[in-house]
């Protein structure tokens, strides 16, 4: 551990722990938080490094203690120190969804059982009892993630300025769209729930659930759109289509008549993983041209993907919107 924010990590977890302590680099993520591997004889943990005002370590511990009573698996807190912005948490090891997909061997849990445990989980979240300071998700927030793809992508990734008449052209195609998502039934919702974010600790089930700490209340379809239209996999629509209905059999009688039948909650579904992948485009070029994690700009030609497969099914053509047609400049 080379910079002061390392050592301070190593020096807090060997007063807890002891010096025979061995903290190694884990892995960062989309924001300033990053992950350490603590090694002490036979046993592991996760050291969470969240500076004090750039992360907010209390709303982790927040979502986390809930998300814990409500039964999802999320990591276990064995010690925290808020004041540094440390914490020590339990270790669901290295293998995601996405790297479990990935792996040769995959005799023990199949993709089906995978979606069954994930559905499980989902729904256990939105039937909880949410902390009263979560943010909503509003149409506002939706806008403001929209920006992204107009500030990030479109002059950074995609070459293309854009007049303030094309820019107004985008959000009149959009808001309506958008405010369609609003109109939806509001449940807790994680808001990152994919295969970069469910871990199967030891290679098994249940799964590890992570990244939880920007949990909002919003669209009782974000979560699940999050999952059968991940930026980081490709499931046929037949198989998304199936899972869906499956969630949309199990909601609760008072979401569930607020959609005249399956098509019209599929449509749903469809429309805010539309607006998800809008955001994600944007997210990815910010990442790698503000953040220099070049590495996210490999994320955005399935994404984009995504995003066309959806303006095709809600009937959205290029004309309605050219904006989000505009391809990457390279690539």
Not at 205 to 226: E, K, N, R
């Amino acid at each position: 551990m080379s910079d002061r924010r390392c050592r301070q990590g190593s020096d807090w977890v060997k007063s807890l722990l002891g010096e025979d302590a061995v903290v190694q680099i884990l892995a960062g993520d989309a924001s300033f938080r990053r992950y350490f591997r603590v090694l002490q004889g036979s046993e592991c943990f996760v050291l969470m490094d969240a500076p004090p005002g750039k992360e907010d370590i209390s709303s982790f511990l927040t979502v986390q203690a809930w998300l814990m009573a409500a039964g999802l698996r999320v990591p276990k807190l064995i010690h925290e120190d808020r004041d540094q912005g440390f914490l020590l948490l339990e270790d669901f090891g290295d293998r995601t969804w996405a790297l479990y997909l990935m792996s040769k061997n995959k005799q023990a849990v199949s993709l089906d059982d995978l979606f069954r445990d994930a559905l499980s989980q989902l729904t256990a979240l939105q039937s909880s009892d949410p902390p009263t300071s979560l943010p909503r998700f509003d149409i506002a927030r939706m806008q403001q993630e929209c920006d992204l793809y107009l500030d990030w992508y479109l002059p950074r990734v995609a070459g293309c300025s854009t007049a303030e008449s094309e820019q107004e052209s985008f959000y009149q195609a959009v808001l309506p769209l958008l405010k369609e998502i609003e109109s939806l039934p509001y449940v807790p919702v994680h808001l990152d729930y994919h295969s970069r974010n469910l871990m199967l600790p030891g290679g098994a089930l249940p799964l590890g659930v992570i990244d939880f700490q920007d949990a909002v209340i919003g669209p009782v379809t974000y979560d699940l759109a999050s999952l059968l239209y991940d930026c980081y996999q490709h499931y046929p629509e037949e198989a998304r289509r199936l899972w869906s209905r499956k969630f949309y059999d199990s909601l609760a009688l008072e979401k569930s008549v607020l959609f005249d039948d399956f098509e019209q909650w599929h449509r749903s579904l469809r429309l805010t993983a539309m607006q998800r992948h809008i955001k994600a485009i944007g997210i990815f070029a910010r990442l790698a041209h503000r953040d220099r994690k070049h590495q996210f700009l490999g994320e955005i030609p399935l994404t984009r993907l995504h995003l066309l497969e959806e303006l095709d099914y809600l009937g959205l053509k290029q004309h309605d919107s050219p904006l989000l047609y505009v391809a990457p400049e390279h690539g």
